[in-house]
């Protein structure tokens, strides 16, 4: 089969013709529709990220049908359906995480297209598990943004809690679809850009922020909340100094920049920090669930498959103008 594979970090992909997987016990043989590109793909390519597979074939963003079925598969697929494949790929069920219903947490989880091959290829394999059905609404180029991007923005969107003032820190793909949700469920939004990005204040505003202005300004209300969607360290004191008291700041991010320091007193009043990691099953059937209904709308710009490197360099420069999907066996 055809695939992207990435050799080693800081290299280019390469195409490739690979053998086609099998799947094991538990697992379904996809073929891979379309696939979205997320920023932890760049920051693997980048070598942010410590220890990828490599070999590795990228991509957790995965729509694609049902080929084949392996041994003792999950009963809830059948040959021919539609299957969105996420990043948490596989947990051991076990782990005092697990039993407690943080499986994003999991001490030995994997991951797809990070440590289990993912979808920058004509076939992937996946356990059953942890695929997702996915919403008739979207088609499958609009669909896959929702399996990162949404899936793991709504995670940080839920740890917001019941906040009414609400802010996003950078406002690329994954805070795009989440305003969607916050402004269906009545919140005031505050969005923070680069400082003098006009135009992205304005499509913020456009979709209905109370205000949107440059990281280095101050929202004219207190947050509640905020949500850092922005792998920018600084921003993480300059959001806690927006915080009205027990506020809290989301760092959304799998990977940041360093944090500067800040003064204690900025902290004090049970305002807190925190991070999101990976996914659960949950999130995602409750994500998959509202999303339709707000209807949450993605924007996507598509590659064939064998450009992947240019998606990726697009994205590295900030040149996409909405999410990169990969084309594979586009329908
Ligand atoms: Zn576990
Ligand atoms: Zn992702």
């Known amino acids: ?45 980048d070598g942010e990220l410590s220890n990828p597979k490599l070999p590795l074939i990228l991509g957790h963003q995965i729509v694609g049908r049902v080929e084949e079925i392996g041994e003792k598969a999950h009963s809830k697929f059948q040959i021919g359906d539609r299957v969105g494949i996420p990043w948490l790929g ?6 005092v995480y697990c039993r407690s219903n943080r499986e994003n947490l999991c001490d030995r989880a994997r991951f797809t297209g990070y440590t289990i091959d993912g979808g920058y290829a004509e076939f992937t394999v996946a356990d059953a598990r942890f695929c997702f059905h996915l919403p008739e609404h979207y088609n499958d180029v609009d669909a896959a943004p929702l399996l990162c991007a949404g899936l793991i923005g709504y995670r940080s969107y839920r740890k917001t ?56 300004e101050m929202p004219p209300e207190k947050l509640d909340a905020a949500i850092i969607f922005a792998s920018v360290g600084p921003l993480v004191p300059a959001a806690l100094h ?60 598509t590659f064939p498959l064998e450009e992947a490197n240019v998606a990726l360099d697009r994205f590295r420069a900030g040149k996409l103008k909405a999410t990169a999907v990969l084309l594979v066996n586009p329908n």
């Open 242 to 301: 927006a915080l009205a008291k027990g506020g809290i700041v989301v760092c959304g991010g799998i990977h940041m920049s360093d944090i500067p320091s800040f003064p204690y007193a900025d902290l004090w009043e049970e305002r807190v920090i925190t991070s999101v990691a990976n996914l659960t099953r949950r999130d995602g059937e409750e994500f998959f669930e509202i999303a339709p209904r707000v209807p949450v709308r993605t924007h996507t710009e």
């Open 1 to 45: 089969m055809r695939a992207m594979v990435l050799d080693k970090a800081k290299l280019p992909l390469q195409a490739r013709d690979v053998p086609k997987p099998k799947p094991g016990r538990g697992h379904l043989l996809v073929r891979v529709n379309s696939c979205a590109v997320c920023r932890t793909d760049l920051h693997v390519v």
């Open 161 to 216: 809690g019941n906040a009414r003032c609400l802010g996003m820190y950078g406002f690329g793909n994954a805070a795009h679809l989440i305003a969607q949700i916050a402004l269906y469920e009545g919140r005031d939004l505050f969005v923070f850009t680069r400082p003098g990005d006009v135009k992205t204040q304005q499509s913020a505003k456009a979709l209905g922020a109370k205000w949107a202005g440059g990281s280095d």
């Open 90 to 95: 596989w947990t051991d069920g076990e782990c």
